[in-house]
């Protein structure tokens, strides 16, 4: 096996020096009735040529662009991806290395997540960003649990425009803890109502997200002078990164913790992960911030150098006390994120998300044309709501067999959004597309 | 001595992202605008974020010097105890970079995912034959993720039978991950001492158990590198008590095909894929936690599963008593590539030749080195084995002298000041894709650094002295924190 | 490390089994980390306090401390009200190694029972205590 380097001789060498006779004799003090008496049952090796035949078949039987026209985003976004940000990526110096405990031999990753806690908070308005977390869902999850610790409350509110999924997840943490979950209902025009918040009183948090399922922009200015005037603590979340390119960014709009993933920033879709839990903050709370932090300081010389810091906060030191038991980030894909933004660049990413907007808002546009109903009438980025007519999901069928994929139903997430899909247009998608996915839904 | 392998190359300096770059330089071929402008309303318009504006040769630069300031399993051995620093094999790269596997979108109806999920159902069956046990998991993205939702299965075991417990056991050895996951799920981490020997006796945990403890979680084999002889008998401690036992399976690597943790008691325990199956660490993640169960415990992993038929896979979420998601999607697919294709190309005899290779290596360092650091149990170990500073206290020089000065020496340090009951800990954990000449070497560095501590212990106070930057000042990194520029 | 010769630990204090020290003043008692604490915990990081008007019980936790890689919690030393907290130690933790006794107090307290101040350690009994477990 060629990632096996002993030699047989080698093998013989070794277990003189460790006064054995055999390999097996290596594991004699493990009692016998642990030991497994069968072989595994797995497939027998495959050569290296032989796997690349069998995962390159895996592979084929996926449909992804461009052979199909996916019209779907829902959390996961189609961007191009520049060579140079996978190509930088695969430097093994930076894949092989581990979490940098040891920050002499470790300054690349050290200093390259440090640039991207800066470029993250840029990118959200705010004072302070960790170096990421496993994904959107569960920086979630962890910034409502920080609203918890910092308030010393007991209950949490999130709007049910926040991504389905991201909501489950935040149930899946919290069913354990005893803290209660309340969801704000949603209105006509596609916001966050937030009306019930007058009902509620001792709230941790608030979170709402922003665009939002509906790929409708709240107001959160208003948003965050509500929650503000119920004294808890004002928590923006959003599954397109890309949108702050062009929107208000969530921390000029008094956000006090912004969440979300950051997958549209240089990661491939990969079936939903790896992806990119960003997490920012104010400076007050930095010591309540879950996950690693990487720091500025000197070396013994006075030559300036980077390491993990506020580590008291983390499990390794703080134990059961701990912020969370967070291990670690998704470091890679942040770097990817930050190798992504740097390539992008400030007036880059204004262009890219601007167009996003202007592909997204032709779509819209053809579609009213058509005579189809827009479903929610507040500005959008680049997914918005359609309401086709009773019936389409034979015809949403019938396209799939076309290759195309005209949206994710909501009817599965929202029971009562029958014959509504959300679509979504990123600046991959040509104009031609477009049109002759307007045409084949007319038909 | 021979030469050292650690010299002083052409390091380059390089500033900060926002220290380069001038205004309307752009590192990305913008796409062409097909569609008029539509103009969005003032009120939601913002001015864009403060980045630099690079270009491409900028940002290919900025970032190769970066990597160079780094070291890689790729650059030489890297003996971080704990943590499997193996051969990430490239072929493993190169699948998981198929066009099919990374453009997929997560939310497709499964007939146009066919690839993915019978690779992930394939994988899944995979684990659990290694394991021993029934059912599995992958979603959860990281280790102490997969311990998350390990431990909330058991949360939830215990509630759906109408008798929440408050407490869970926990070794002194453990990882500091364990104590804190149990808080997450709301148990009291009470802990357990091992004994002289370095493990878990059946009477410590006798003591301890009652009814009104969720479980015991364990990390086997423990974080000394030791098996814990007594996992069956504790098991039937807890089973007799109504407990469950959680695994730490952060070091399978040392035991596949060799011990099946679900033949000796174990209920739940959830893997690295990025230790045992050679997926890389990239610079701390992203991994892969996959949760493995017992049938019992099968209707609370999260949800969806993935389920055949006739050779056709699906999603699905009918599972009413699963303690609901984890994550957003699937969990890091492209991480779980790597693994089965790790897992197919060694096929059932080379991985368990991997773990025999791990624990020959392992042990081979400790017989070699014990005359010259303290052993902290001297007993035949796994796939790691822990010494401490002791024989050097009289010279004044500490566990991270001696780590510090392994850099010098061309090696990445070994685990250091854990686990906590060995004071000073150094925790070596070679992997079985060293060879016997790259051991010999860093068996070699260890030596002299202990001669070096007698003869010249300053040589070791101000290592390193040939990487990228000296000691850093991590007093005034957490006084006065700066995390952003 | 200090020796446990070179331990500074004044006469008019007393002393806690954790290592906090506790001095009357008029009827307020004011409260610090000793000598040997800041010293085995080395560079402090932060320290994070109450609010004043908090009370506690004797024994309860009222702070952390933090070196790089240690977390401490401590303990009243006697039960009562935080009329005052030392708000330097927030810009500047590295009071508390500079100067355990004088600008490196924690809070004043005004104690519910003064009678607690008679359970704890001289600073003769602290330095036996040590000797012991040496």
């Known amino acids: ?443 | 001595m021979k030469e050292n392998v650690g010299a002083t190359g052409l390091i380059l300096n390089e500033p900060l992202l926002w220290e380069k770059g001038r205004k309307g330089r752009c590192g990305f071929s913008l796409p062409r605008r097909d569609v008029e402008s539509f103009p969005i309303d003032n009120e939601l318009a913002g001015e864009g974020p403060d980045f630099p504006d690079l270009s491409e040769v900028d940002v290919v630069r900025h970032y190769t010097r970066l990597s160079q300031w780094n070291f890689g399993v790729d650059t030489g051995m890297y003996p971080l105890g704990s943590c499997t620093m193996k051969y990430s094999p490239k072929t493993n790269e190169k699948q998981a970079g198929l066009s099919g596997f990374t453009g997929a979108h997560p939310l497709l109806p499964s007939d146009l995912s066919q690839g993915t999920l019978r690779m992930m159902f394939e994988l899944e069956q995979y684990l659990a034959e290694i394991t021993g046990m029934d059912a599995v998991t992958l979603q959860p993205a990281a280790g102490a993720h997969g311990e998350l939702t390990g431990m909330l299965t058991i949360h939830a075991y215990h509630k759906n039978r109408g008798a929440q417990r408050s407490k869970i056991l926990v070794p002194d050895t453990a990882h500091g991950t364990n104590p804190a996951t149990a808080t997450l799920c709301n148990y009291r981490s009470i802990q357990v001492k091992s004994n002289e020997q370095g493990i878990l006796s059946t009477e410590s945990v006798a003591d301890v158990m009652d009814e009104e403890t969720a479980g015991i979680m364990l990390t086997n084999p423990n974080t000394l590198g030791l098996f814990e002889d007594n996992t069956k008998e504790i098991a039937e401690i807890i089973h007799s008590k109504g407990g469950l036992v959680y695994c730490d399976g952060a070091n399978l690597n040392a035991v596949m095909g060799i011990v099946k943790m679900g033949e000796i008691g174990v209920d739940v325990m959830h893997l690295n894929l990025h230790k045992t199956f050679s997926t890389p660490h990239g610079g701390g993640g992203p991994g892969s936690g996959p949760v493995c169960v017992k049938k019992h415990l099968e209707p609370f992993l999260p949800v969806p599963r993935i389920v055949e038929e006739k050779g056709n896979y699906s999603l699905s979420d009918n599972y009413p008593e699963s303690i609901g998601k984890v994550q957003a999607f699937h969990g890091n697919v492209g991480v779980m590539i790597k693994a089965y294709s790790y897992i197919r190309s060694m096929g059932p005899k080379d991985l368990k030749m991997a773990s025999r290779l791990a624990v020959l290596n392992a042990n081979y360092i400790k017989e070699s080195l014990k005359g010259t650091l303290h052993l902290a149990y001297d007993r035949p170990c796994m796939h790691e084995c822990v010494f401490s500073d002791d024989k050097q206290k009289d010279d004044h020089v500490t566990t991270l002298d001696m780590a510090k000065r392994l850099m010098d020496y061309g090696f990445h340090p070994p685990t250091v000041y854990f686990p906590l009951v060995v004071h000073g800990a150094i925790m070596v954990e070679p992997t079985e894709t060293e060879s016997k000449e790259d051991i010999d070497k860093f068996i070699e560095a260890f030596k002299s650094i202990a001669d070096e501590a007698k003869e010249a212990p300053d040589l070791l106070h101000n290592a390193p002295g040939k990487c990228k930057v000296r000691r850093l000042d991590e007093v005034s990194a957490a006084r006065k924190p700066c995390l952003t520029g | 490390m200090k020796e446990i010769s070179e331990l500074n630990l004044p006469e008019d204090l007393r002393y806690t089994e954790d290592h906090e020290w506790a001095r009357l003043e008029e009827d307020k008692v004011r409260v610090g980390l000793d000598d040997y604490a800041q010293d085995q915990l080395g560079d402090i990081v932060f320290v994070e306090l109450p609010q004043a008007g908090d009370t506690f019980k004797k024994g309860e936790v009222f702070a952390t401390v933090e070196s790089v890689k240690a977390v401490s919690e401590c303990y009243m030393p006697v039960g009562g009200k935080i009329v005052s907290v030392n708000n330097d130690l927030e810009e500047s933790p590295e009071l508390v190694n500079k100067s355990p006794y004088g600008d490196g107090w924690f809070v004043v307290i005004n104690p519910s029972d003064p009678s607690e101040m008679d359970t704890l350690m001289t600073n003769e009994a602290c330095l036996e205590k040590l000797k012991g477990t040496e």
């Open chain 1, 1 to 443: 096996m060629r990632y096996l380097p002993h030699t047989s001789e080698d093998i013989d060498l070794m277990l003189q020096a460790v006064e054995a006779d055999h390999l097996d004799d290596l594991f004699s003090t493990i009692p016998d009735d642990c030991l497994s008496k069968d072989d595994l049952a797995l497939p027998e090796a495959l050569t290296e040529w032989e796997l690349d035949s069998h995962m390159a078949a895996l592979s084929d039987a996926m449909a992804v662009s461009p052979d199909y026209k996916i019209f779907m985003g829902a959390g996961s976004y189609e961007h191009y991806i520049p060579a140079s940000v996978s190509y930088l990526l695969g430097r093994s110096e930076f894949v092989t290395s581990y979490t940098p405990y040891q920050p002499e031999v470790s300054q690349g990753t050290l200093q390259a997540i440090y640039e991207y806690q800066t470029l993250a908070a840029r990118l959200l308005g705010m004072e302070v960003a960790t170096a990421s977390h496993y994904d959107g869902a569960t920086a979630l999850a962890e910034s409502l649990l920080m609203a918890v610790r910092i308030s010393k409350k007991r209950k949490v509110a999130v709007s049910s425009l926040i991504h389905p999924f991201y909501r489950k997840v935040v149930r899946t943490y919290f069913e354990p803890t005893g803290y209660e979950v309340i969801e704000l209902p949603y209105l006509k025009n596609g916001f966050t109502d937030l009306a019930g918040l007058d009902e509620l009183n001792d709230l941790a948090a608030v979170a709402v997200q922003s665009p939002n399922f509906f790929g409708c922009i709240e107001n959160l200015k208003k948003i965050g002078e509500k929650i503000h005037n119920k004294d808890a603590l004002f928590i923006t979340c959003f599954t397109e990164a890309l949108s702050y390119g062009l929107l208000k960014n969530p921390g000029s709009q008094d956000a006090d913790i912004v969440c979300g993933e950051g997958q549209s920033l240089g990661i491939p879709r990969s079936f939903g992960g790896p992806a990119l839990g960003m997490l920012a903050g104010r400076k007050k709370h930095m010591r309540s911030l879950p996950g690693r932090l990487v720091g500025k300081t000197k070396d013994l010389d006075g030559k300036r150098g980077f390491v993990l810091t506020l580590a008291t906060r983390e499990q390794h030191i703080r134990r059961e006390k701990a912020t969370s038991n967070i291990c670690t980030n998704n470091s890679l894909c942040a770097l990817a994120a930050a190798i992504y933004m740097a390539s992008v660049g400030g007036t880059g990413i204004k262009k890219l998300a601007q167009l996003n907007h202007d592909k997204a808002e032709y779509l819209k546009q053809e579609l009213k044309k058509a005579g189809f109903t827009i479903s929610f009438e507040s500005p959008t980025f680049n997914e918005f709501v359609v309401e086709f007519p009773a019936g389409f999901d034979s015809v949403y069928d019938c396209l799939l067999n076309k290759k195309i994929v005209a949206g994710l139903p909501l009817a599965e997430y929202y029971p009562e959004l029958v014959n509504h899909y959300l679509l979504c247009v990123t600046e991959t998608m040509s104009k031609n597309d477009m049109d002759s996915f307007v045409s084949e839904v007319k038909s």
